[in-house]
């Protein structure tokens, strides 16, 4: 089910518009990975999701973790180690239209399609990403790793916190 995207209705409005820019262009960054890929095809055994035993997992900028999170709670971690946003078979992604970059732009070795990626392409768009959120969230330095972010309980009801990455700093893990 998802949440219509978060607004940051309790910080100040200059803040507020920059953050829905960052969303903004969050998405339009996500529709030109989808175009810069549309040559390859994935098997979809979400193999590539299991984070743990992969160790590989994507890193998130805050505009990314917020597109996230506007579906609703972060589901629990999974017993298998991989992403928390698999669905129950552990092969389908049940955040699939708001997935991650890294989830975007990421595919096991049986992929088909060309044999080269679009990696000048990848950098470009990582580049947009990063000025995105840094735009928005100025005291943000860098993305941060899903499962990290995952394990970090919600803010809490009407705190106005609009930066998850200010949870860690503030509030204990679970």
Do not use: H
């Not at 005291?139 to 803010?155: D, F, K, N, Q, S």
Request: glycine share 8%; proline share 12%; hydrophobic share 30%.
């Amino acid at each position: 089910m998802r949440r219509e995207t978060p607004d940051a209705d309790d910080g100040p409005e200059p803040q507020r518009t920059s953050e829905r820019a960052a969303l903004a262009e969050t998405r339009a960054i996500y529709r030109l990975a989808g175009a810069a890929y549309s040559a390859f095809s994935c098997l979809a055994s979400g193999e590539c999701c299991q984070l743990t035993a992969r160790n590989r997992e994507p890193w998130l900028w805050p505009s990314e973790w917020r597109l996230l999170l506007a579906r609703g709670p972060v589901p629990p971690p999974r017993p298998d180690g991989g992403c928390p946003f698999l669905d129950e078979s552990g092969k389908r992604c049940a955040a699939y239209a708001d997935r991650a970059f890294g989830c975007r732009t990421y595919f096991c070795a049986r992929r088909s399609g060309p044999s080269r990626e679009p990696g000048d392409e990848v950098q470009r768009l990582l580049r947009r990403l990063e000025k995105a959120n840094q735009q928005a969230w100025p005291e943000v330095t860098g993305p941060r790793r899903m499962l990290e972010l995952a394990a970090l309980p919600p803010p809490e009801p009407g705190s106005g916190a609009t930066n998850p990455w200010a949870l860690t700093e503030s509030r204990p893990k679970r």
